[in-house]
């Protein structure tokens, strides 16, 4: 499978944006994906995950109640959207997808099937 996102940019705080995942040469229902980031000088950080078998979605604490992981079979692709964003949210945020794996595998980092290239996102005012 591979992946591209898109949809990072400049966003002021309390702004929202909303990033895809889209995937191409397997379907979806094959995968478990996973939202990453990583900010300058930090460790990437698994932000969020959508589970290949039931949809089940897991994200971390920070983003608890702000960020929403969805997908939509029909397109392939795996959305991410943040609302009320802060610039703690700035980094690039990657999507990973491993073939058939709980979201606690791929959370836990590489290897992956599958990466993104990353797309920015910049919250700033």
């Known amino acids: 499978v591979q992946l591209v996102e898109s949809g990072g940019g400049n966003v002021q705080p309390g702004g929202s944006l909303r990033l895809s995942c889209a995937a191409s040469g397997s379907s979806l229902g094959y995968y478990t994906i996973a939202w990453f980031r990583q900010a300058p000088g930090k460790e990437r950080e698994g932000v969020s995950c959508i589970t290949f078998s039931d949809g089940r979605t897991t994200y971390t604490d920070s983003v608890k109640g702000r960020f929403t992981i969805s997908r939509d079979m029909a397109k392939n692709t795996v959305y991410l959207q943040m609302n009320s964003l802060t610039p703690e949210d700035t980094a690039v945020y990657f999507c990973?997808?491993?073939?058939?794996?709980?979201?606690?595998?791929?959370?836990?980092?590489?290897?992956?099937?599958?990466w993104g290239q990353g797309t920015q996102v910049t919250v700033s005012s």
């Open positions: 990973a997808a491993n073939a058939k794996r709980l979201c606690s595998y791929v959370l836990a980092g590489p290897p992956h099937d599958s």
